[in-house]
Nanobody, 123 residues
């Protein structure tokens, strides 16, 4: 099994910055795609950003130019640097990974979510 542990959420003022981290606890073979999603109250969960194992990134239009996703493969960790925060960025942020990992002597592949971390931006 794979567990994703997120950290770095909290309260920020509009225009401020926060950095989210998400680490995977498993014997990883490869984290194929890692990403961040968010869900605001009363809204559906939406994509924020993704990064492939090769480093290709994809961003939602609402965060382009303000957020940066990165990864440290040696640490099985993905980061989300959030700058120029806006009140509309307020949401629970979830880490996600499509990964291949060792289970005993076998390789398994799965899609996993973190528990979520709250980000609140005040105006």
């Amino acid at each position: 099994q794979v567990q994703l542990v997120e950290s770095g959420g909290g309260l920020a003022q509009a225009g401020g910055s926060l950095r989210l981290s998400c680490s995977a606890s498993a014997r990883m073979f490869r984290m194929n795609v890692m990403g961040w999603y968010r869900q605001a109250p009363g809204k559906q969960r939406e994509l924020v950003a993704t990064i492939t194992s090769g480093g290709s990134t994809n961003y939602a239009d609402a965060v382009k130019g303000r957020f940066t996703i990165s990864r440290d493969n040696a640490k099985n960790t993905v980061y989300l640097q959030m700058n120029s925060l806006k009140p509309e960025d307020t949401a629970v942020y979830y880490c996600n990974t499509d990964c291949t990992y060792w289970s005993g002597s076998s390789l398994r592949r799965g899609d996993y979510w973190g528990q979520g971390t709250q980000v609140t931006v005040s105006s």
